[in-house]
Structure formats: C-alpha cells, structure tokens
C-alpha cells in the first residue's frame, strides 16, 4: 500500500478530506433563513397547490426546521464518520482544456471530491456509481444503498462491490471548471467529465471496472445522468467494462436514419415477437401506455403542460425533473444564480420542487430535504448551474452521435474515438400506468450501445436512489451477472489489485483541526467576493 501512494507524483496525491464548513458562513445562513422575505400565497384548492410552482405552506416548515431544529455540525461530524472522504488533483489534457490559442497555458487542475468505500469481500467488482445530477455523492448519505453494495447479506451468494462515488466538478466539493464552455469543438463538458472520473479509477488502481448511474436519465437535467455513463463506456471501454444506466434517453428508432433497427422494431411490434431484444412486457407496456393516453382525460391541462417540457427537453437536452427552469432559466446561469446563491429559501423552494415532481407521494424526510439543500448552498449552486447550460449546449452534439448522417462534423468527430458500449438498462413504467411519461422499449438502445442486461420494472421512477434501491441493486448486480455470462475473464479484468492506492486506513481518518488563520485560502468559492464558505481539511 505505502509503496503504491509513493509511486504518485505529489500533485496527484489522495487526500482523506473532511467537511469543516467556516463558522461565520453558518451565521451567514441563519441571519439569511431569518430575513427571508416570502412571496404571497395564491388562494388554491389542495389538488392545485402546486401549479405554480412550490407553495408557501410547505417551505415554511422546512425554514423553521432549518433554524430551529436542524444543526449542522451535527450532521458534518455524521457525514466525516459514515463515508472515508478522499480528493486528488486530476489535470484535463491540453486538446481537452484549451482553444488553439491557449495551448501553451493549460488550466491548473481540478480536485475531485469521492467517497470510497471498500468491501471486506475478496470477490468485491470496483463500481463507479455516478450521483444522479445535480446531486452531490454526500446527498447518498442516507440512501441504503453504499452498505447494500458493499455488504451484502449473503455475501457468497450476492455479488459485492467496492465503491467510489465522485461529485462532478462544480458540485459539492470538487471543483469546478474555470471555464466550462471552453472546450475544444471535438470534446464536450461531459467528455472532460468522463476523462476525469476515468482517471480517478487508474489513479485508485482500478484498472477495469463497472458504472452505474442513480438517478433516470430522461429526467435528469440535460440527460446527464444517461450520457456521462454512455460517454464512460464508450470512450473508455478498456476501462469501464460496461454500465448500468436508468430510463436512458433514447427513442423508437427512425426509418430514415437507422433502418435495419426500425425493421427490425416493426416486425418484432407486428407479431409481438420476443427477437432481436424485445419482450413480451415491451408490447403490454406500449399497449397499455398508448391506451391510456388516448383515453385519459383527467388533469390534461397538466399533463400538456408535461408533455411541452418532455419535448422541449428533448430538443434541448433538458430533464424534466425541474420544471420551467430547465428551458428558460439555464440561457444565463449567472444570471439565475445571483438568486440561488444569495438565498437558501430560493435554493429550498426549487429542490423541494424537484422532488415533488419525481414522487408527489416521496417520504423523504425534513432533514433529507434540508440536507440536500444545505450540500447545495454551502459551495454555491452556480457552478453546477454553468455546468447544466453547458451540457444544454453540446446536447446537438451528443444527441447526433448515434445519427448515421454526415451533417454534423463534431459528432462525426467524436462518434470516431467511441466503440459501443456494454450497457444494463433498467426501464419504469412497465405496467404502461403513466401516460405522460410513455414506455422506453430497452432494445431501442441496441442501435448505439451492446444491451446485454434489461429489467423491466412498474411504477415511476421517482426517488430512486432512496426509494427503491433494491430496483438499482438488481440492475448492477445482473450487468455484473451479464458480464460473467459473457466474459469467461471478466473475474481476472475485475479483480482488486493488491496496489489499490488507499492512503492510510480510510476507517481511521484522524481529525485535524484548522485555525482560523489556517482556513484562508481553503474556501470552496476561490476568487470571489463572497465569504468563504467552506473550510476543508485535508489530511495529509
């Protein structure tokens, strides 16, 4: 172990981290929560509360919760205990940083902020599990899911898993990128993304490994939590050997642009025939998904409503997990974030906003929500929100890569370095019940990926990583079991090496205490008015 840590250069040392968050940036959000200035309550009957967005009777709650009962050293110290925190410096090549013009000054490189957790099981498979976006891996925290990876009941029966979880630069606690539209015309910001996770795992001695995403990918934000994964496996697939993705974003495919796979598609639909990777629960859930479309009539205002959104995030490449911000409020992401950053409440309204529109029914509790705020708030949503435009941006590029046309010289460009990529794909709404959302047939995935592992499950996806953690259990556990199948040597490529580079014991991260002096400099907003937010230490 202590040879490989000194086999790295001091620049792309492991660090265990620590959150230790200035005290006076904690007085800063009280006096903020205290004068928070409400709008005025429409007068609406309980079924239309949220038609205008989040309703006063359920942020205020939360803001006396916040103040009165909510305590975050509390919370930081439980976070600091619960998950062994690392960061390392990873530098973007050149080509990936820098315009022509600025090749000879490359950007300093970016800390990312992971959480590792390592199995006690000696048949554990590394797995890159992605946050679902714009989440930080801290927001996990009190999902089930990292002990049911790691330490699985019946661990000689059940497939374990050693775990790193990153936050994407800009969120949470890693850094952000300076400039996070100047990338080169061949690249795009989750393409610098995937590089760097990517080399988080070489540089964790995790030479093969696997990838699964948390959250539905045709909810999330500018399908980033679908194509980050895709890009991972494509890009990287002597690496990441395959990934488990969540309602990823993809379509029927067209007669005019992949006419073998539409054929194939409407010959299998014709004879409901189970071939070419369709099922019999594919056709019921279209059946009963168009059925229900055509003859539900309740709420229609609102589901056109839903529906605009889906189709305008399909061209933009917007989720719609946060309603109207997704196409109006990512075309100046400063702008909107002189809002977000000056008030938690602001911050609360559109995250409680967001999960009502994954489950109205969630069960998450007050200090859930506020936790996931609070991670949010205390580095500042702006970088995350730079983040989204920018993916809002390169979405033409990366929704043309699939596309067999020569009209679009970046995809072309890109489409060249990739290779399909072995994909798992967990699909909702198999019992066809939501009709605003419709039915993803996984075999639609099999123009552009490898699909060697599908579920099929009912219901939405909701909250998934917090509330049905069994359904994303059984999805990376059958890409795992797939790759068995498939790959007599998948257990050699997969297998820890005795060089993992963890440094010191992550169960044993001792705790150092900064001054006050000591904590100039170490803020998550560097270079900036405002005052620092976040004091981490890093231990070396």
């Not at 598609?265 to 019921?284: M, Q, R």
């Not at 909702?428 to 592992?453: E, Q």
Request: hydrophobic share 35%.
């Amino acid at each position: 172990m202590e040879h490989s840590t000194a086999a790295l250069n001091a620049s792309e040392e492991i660090k265990p981290y620590r959150i230790h968050v200035s005290s006076k940036y904690l007085e800063l959000t009280k006096k903020k929560l205290e004068l928070t200035r409400l709008p005025h309550e429409l007068l609406l009957p309980k079924a239309r509360e949220w038609e205008f967005g989040t309703p006063k009777g359920v942020v205020e709650p939360l803001i006396d919760f916040w103040l009165e009962h909510y305590t975050w050293r509390s919370r930081e110290e439980a976070l600091n205990t619960a998950l062994p925190q690392f960061r390392t410096a990873i530098a973007l090549p050149p080509s990936a940083t820098t315009t022509p013009e600025e090749s000879s000054t490359p950007k300093p490189p970016l800390r990312i902020h992971f959480i590792h957790l390592r199995s006690p099981h000696p048949h554990a498979i590394p797995l890159l599990l992605l946050p679902p976006f714009p989440l930080t891996n801290l927001s996990l925290s009190s999902s089930p899911i990292f002990a049911q990876l790691t330490n699985p009941e019946s661990p000689t029966s059940t497939q374990a898993f050693h775990i790193i979880c990153p936050s994407i630069p800009g969120l949470g606690f890693s850094d952000a990128f300076t400039d996070p539209s100047c990338h080169t015309s061949n690249s795009t910001i989750l393409d610098e993304t995937a590089y760097l996770f990517n080399t988080l795992m070489l540089r964790l001695g995790y030479n093969h490994y696997l990838c699964s995403t948390t959250g539905s990918g045709r909810e999330s934000p500018a399908g980033v939590d679908y194509h980050l994964a895709r890009i991972l496996g494509s890009t990287y697939p002597e690496n990441c050997l395959a990934v488990h993705v969540v309602e990823p974003c993809i379509s029927p495919p067209r007669m005019g642009k992949e006419i073998l796979a539409w054929m194939k598609y409407n010959v299998a639909k014709f004879f409901h025939a189970n071939i070419w990777g369709y099922a019999s629960e594919d056709w019921t859930a279209l059946r009963v998904s168009t059925s229900a479309s055509r003859t539900s009539r309740r709420n229609e205002t609102r589901h056109e409503e839903r529906r605009s959104l889906i189709q305008a995030g399909s061209r933009a490449g917007c989720g719609n997990g946060y309603g109207a911000i997704s196409v109006l409020g990512l075309r100046e992401p400063t702008t909107l974030s002189y809002a977000l950053c000056d008030s938690p409440v602001g911050l609360l309204s559109l995250i409680c906003s967001a999960l009502q529109r994954a489950n109205p029914e969630h069960k998450l509790s007050e200090e859930q929500i506020i936790d996931i705020t609070q991670l949010a708030w205390l580095p500042g949503p702006e970088a995350g929100m730079r983040f989204w435009a920018t993916a809002v941006k390169d979405f033409p590029c990366l929704s043309n890569l699939n596309s067999t046309s020569d009209d679009n010289r970046n995809a072309n460009e890109l489409r060249k370095r990739r290779r399909k990529s072995r994909i798992a794909i967990t699909v909702f709404n198999a019992d066809g019940s939501d009709s605003s959302l419709g039915y993803i047939c996984p075999a639609w995935a099999s123009n552009s990926h490898d699909l060697v592992f599908a579920q099929r499950v009912p219901g939405n996806a909701g909250l998934t990583i917090w509330e049905r953690s069994d359904v994303l259990l059984a999805g990376i556990r059958g890409l795992a079991g797939a790759m068995d199948a498939l790959d007599p040597a998948f257990r050699i490529h997969v297998r820890t090496l005795e060089g993992v580079v963890v440094p010191r014991d992550e169960r044993q991260v001792p705790v150092v205490e900064e001054s006050r002096e000591e904590e100039e400099g170490h803020g998550m907003q560097l270079d900036v008015e405002s005052p620092d937010t976040i004091v981490a230490a890093d231990i070396s």
